[in-house]
């Protein structure tokens, strides 16, 4: 018999089981570059392509279309036309995307702090 | 010239950027199992190998070997070999990888509570 437990407590029974919603979501928001996109827009001012492209270092224009539209499909991110001359794209976080940036950018603040030691320490175990 | 800025206002400048120890650990607690299983041992157990691969369901031998190898190195997880018969090993999580548990647990909840709408949706723009 299967049985299936939570994958932790403070999770429900089924949470991040393959194939699940909350598996699918958790993929989108820590992808590769996902996090890096959202946090830049943290600051709640509207980003052009080329200053996303910047700030989320090293992405390829592939993987920032890829991973803005994911953030977009998802209602994280909202794409606005603007109508000015040339015109252009803006891109700023809905509030369902600001609800999100809320827990990712302690994370990653927490990250940013801690980085230098983790990696200064080496491999735990011999090579 | 290049003039480096913060990726946004919660962090310094040069965090995140390519390169960066920052971007490292970023994408090592970021990667697509390290969640799931820091996730699992946020409760305080220590788990076993075999628990370890059923709670991140999906999870190859091969992946489960290589990320546990990573968030040892980075000091977040405890490898401890069980002087039993038959031996086993057990994972926990270290008091670094507790700290970071308290960080990513929150937003795996929030991910939880909101997948399900998140999806149901659908594309934001047409197909």
Redesign the interface.
């Known amino acids: 018999m299967q049985v299936s437990t939570p994958?932790?407590?403070?999770?429900?029974d089924g949470?991040?089981?393959?194939g699940?919603?909350?598996r699918?979501?958790?993929?989108h928001?820590?992808?590769?570059w996902a996090?890096?996109l959202l946090?830049?827009?943290?600051?709640g001012d509207a980003l052009r392509w080329s200053e996303l492209r910047r700030?989320a270092?090293?992405v390829s224009e592939k993987m920032l279309a890829q991973t803005l539209r994911q953030l977009?499909?998802?209602?994280?991110v909202l794409?606005e036309a603007r109508p000015v001359v040339p015109p252009h794209v803006e891109y700023s976080l809905t509030p369902?995307g600001r609800?999100?940036a809320d827990?990712?950018?302690?994370?990653?603040?927490?990250?940013?702090d801690?980085?230098?030691?983790?990696?200064a320490?080496?491999?735990?175990?011999g090579a």
Do not use: K
């Open positions: 994958l932790a407590s403070a999770f429900r949470d991040f089981t393959a699940c919603p909350t699918t979501v958790l993929d928001v820590m992808s590769r996090p890096l946090a830049a827009l943290s600051d700030r270092e090293g977009e499909d998802d209602g994280l794409r369902l609800e999100l827990h990712l950018v302690p994370l990653l603040g927490w990250v940013a801690h980085a230098g030691e983790m990696l320490r080496g491999p735990a175990r």
